[in-house]
């Protein structure tokens, strides 16, 4: 297996905000043509990487969904060349002020480096000035002048996370992003393995695109491609300062498996077996009604998809200094190639009911 | 008649960079001394550790005139281990709490990364995401493995970036000072002793500017400085009128602030002579806050002192921006009256 942490860190380091993911699908693209049989982007955006099976056809087929959508923020209205801005998903407007942002200028074609600046306290109305200024008031500064942003930036144009990832002591990676490019990496570490391992099933390798607005990705992907069995790949929340609560788990010491009614029970009990017979360190993961992924999506589609959800642990989850453990990554893409690989042509007779 | 090329440039661009937290101004340190050896006739690191520079004329009567500019800028200290390479920190110098979440920074002396995060918001309330962070729930967090120490100062782990017209960096205030003061050495005049002090501390008590002007005893001062442009627009639409400097008009002029009557005759001097060389000035609104040239003015039996500084967005933020065209006319403006400060001076007496 090769190092995934240099492909991890180009990975956060291109664009790809929900809706507008084809600067990081190409990326994806380029690294998984030598790994699969065949790629193709569906009608709405997302990447289908085929690599397949050696079983005679036809052929069941896995899914592992992986959304590479990014939050961010949109230009909303243009004010003597400050760039008024609203959020792309679920952005925390708590690390706004001060941030290192880029500007997709599309009346230019340029990235524009710029700033979010918190206004002075007198300038904004009295409800807004204690506490966490809101998006709303919130001004994006390129130091350019006026004349010179009319001309480049449109309402609408998209504003991304600038800071580049950090390497923190331990193996880890932070940055922005990494929820859930960190899992478009693991399923690229899986199909490395998959290059020396036989499977029978196809897989279909997925990258969702519009996780964070509506998970757009996960049913027009899963419709189309009609798998018999999917998992999804994601983040779910490291211990760490500000998470400390039962939803939280600790950072670089095993993978999520996760149980709850989005989820089918039978995968999740396979994977549990599989990670405790390699050896391969894990936690249970509940989710009592609503898994919060693309697990949501892919169940409900069509007539019904067996689904499971595997996780890695990210702190500072939705912050430009997401944190992540690449050992936690290189487990997870080493458990899927396992699974995977353990699927025989009678699997799906095996899935049941009580 | 120095202008801002990229040799200035790549020299702010190295001193922004670089980290140097009051108390701990060791790394701009260096890169002063470097860059002002070479033409200084006097140099020493005095007892607080600001440069103390002299340049000397060669006339018979010399004026003596104290440039200041201060090279360390706001940050944090750490202040307690929790275990695993999470650390509970301070800050020292003016920094609002509420631009700390999420940024990058840079702990001790070896630049060891950590980050500031906080707790995610799939886990909390509505309002509880409204609430801002207090310091003592915030963390920096160098990586499980990872070790610092208690008393390491940390800094904003920005990177110096160009756009347009403007540059974004964090430390504008003061190292575009500190850029401008090694500038104006290096083209000293015959007709002055130019007495430069890069001092430590103005973040947190004009410390090291107090002790420079004694042992320089000027003539006459000039804190060279950057200030807040709040020249943003309001909510509603209404007139900003206190924006207290704006981007791209100059250099401003001090009239007074929180801790300082600047000496009129100074003022009216920067302004005619502004003037009278077609450079552009604003002058800074009157109010709060306050640079080195407080404790200056009020050092030995008093000196007469002003401040000049280069406007800048997004005071003690981690990315503050401004306009080239202000550095440069500043540089200007302080070249020009460095020129004609000794017939002024002659005839303040």
Redesign the interface.
Known sequence: MTDILPFLKSLVSVSGLSGQEGPAAELIAEQWRSLVDETSRSRVGSLHGLKRGSGKAPRSSVMIATHMDAIGMRVSKITDGFLHITNVGGIDVRVLPGAAVTVHATGSGEQLPAVVGMPPARFLPESARDGVVAIDHLLADTGLLPREVARKVRVGDLVSFANEPLDLAGEVISGHTLDNRASVAALTVCLQELQNKPHIWDVWAVATVQEETSSLGAYSSAFELRPQIAIVVDATFAKGPGANGWQTFPLGKGVGLCMGPNLHPFLHGKLKELAERLEIPWFLDVTPAHSGTDAVAIQITAEGIPTALVEFPLRYMHTPVEAVAVKDVERLGRLLAEFISSLDAEFLDTIVWD | MATVGSAQLKLLEKLCNASAVSGDEGEVRRIVLEEVKPYADEVRVDALGSVLAIRCGKGRKRTRVMLDAHMDEVGFMIVADDGE??YRFETVGGI?V??L????VLVGREH????????????MSAEE?????PLD???I???????VHVGDRAGF???F????????AKAIDDRIGVATLIELFRQSRPDIDLCAAFSVQEEIGLRGAKVAAQYFQPDLAIAIDSTPA?D?????GSE?T?YNTKL?LGPAIYVADGSTLHDPRLVRFLQETAEAEGIPYQLRQPGGGGTDAAAIQRSLAGVPAVSVSVPH??TH???S?A?LADWKNTLALLQAALKRIPPFFAAMH
Request: a positive charge; hydrophobic letters at 30%.
């Open positions: 390479g999470l609002d509420r631009h979440v999420g940024k990058q060891v990364p950590g980050v500031i995060g906080a707790g995610p918001i799939h886990l995401e409204t609430r801002k962070v729930a915030l963390r967090d160098v990586g499980p493995a990872g070790k782990a920005t990177k970036r160009r756009s347009g017209p403007s540059i974004l709040n943003l627009p309001l909510y509603d900003n206190t791209g967005r997004y933020s981690p990315i921006v306009r």
